[in-house]
């Protein structure tokens, strides 16, 4: 299908009629095992774990999504960012941006780092720091863009150019703007995360993470991965995650529609001190969201004075909830350095420039003026 645009793929890549039954919907295969037509031999699944036909589909999608040869769907996000770095080794040197979701550099410096990797969180918005960082070692780049919660954006064609021609693989993690709005892949990345929890599932009712490969090499590996050490998602889970793509194009243009709204007002406002949204003029990176991001997003943070204020603030809001995740239809907003960014020190948070008064928003898919008069009356009460 990969002359079809992309809202044709949403709804029916991965997702045809069932040849039993001509069920339009995928179903939902929740036997653990099937049975064999002889010895080793089977009609292309043994066990779930292996593979699994709902599964299969939702891999098929993704994969076509992307742009990539391959797609993977783990449990968690985080599994997906565990399955990625045992493709590495002991002695191996993985680059990262340094102001990753915290959960990632709890896993790599809490439990990668203890196999021997050799993990160094570098600013990648900066191409010279990326290439001054690379030793004769290194393996993989793995860059957030935007970043979470700060909004920072990496050049991906950047770092692809840099590291490629050194043989090192670039991984992006693609959560914050689905492939709606921005496509790694065709911008020289080789391998795409995400956390299908967010957007492409969209819903806030099911947890679940993706790779999607580019190469032979990257399909065998991540099979192998899912196969040795499990952690695949369930079937039920790839079912809504399917179920969620079909809308992923609707949802994201008004989640942007909204996004821009709140962000113009955001920017006005005199009790926000900072506002992070690559989509205004202001932003020292707007050229670049122009060039490498096909929009903007509904994702963003802003910085009050203090965690005082940011209680007071998230005590206030009405529409938008005081609760962790994004991507869902409903508006979410957090306080960062107690929730995504609560696993590292403050010392850790500081040098990403989290403070206390840092407030990540999920711009949902309720009515604008609705969204921006909540965050009024919340921001007149701090």
Known sequence: MANYKFSTLAVH????PDPLTGAVNVPVYLSSTFELTGIGADRGWDYSRAGNPTRDRLETALAALEGGTSGHAFTTGMAAIGALVAMLRSGDHLI????VYAGTVRLFDQIVSGYGIQIEYVDTSDLAAVEAAIRPNTR?????TPSNPLMVLTDITGVAKIAHARGIEVSVDNTFLSPVLQNPIALGADIVMHSTTKYLNGHSDGLGGALIGTTPEHKERFLLIQKAAGGVMSPFECYLVLRGIKTLPLRIQKHEENGRAVAEFLSGHPKVQKLAYPGLPCHPQYALACRQQKGFGSMMSIELQ?????????????IFLNAESLGGVESLASHSATTTHGSVSEEVRRRMGINEGRIRLSIGIEDKDDLIADLDQALAAV
């Open 140 to 144: 993989l780049i793995h860059i957030e």
């Open 96 to 99: 990262c941006s340094r102001d």
């Open 13 to 16: 890549a991965g997702q045809h």
């Open 306 to 318: 203090s965690r005082d204020e940011a209680a007071r603030f998230l005590t206030a809001i009405k």
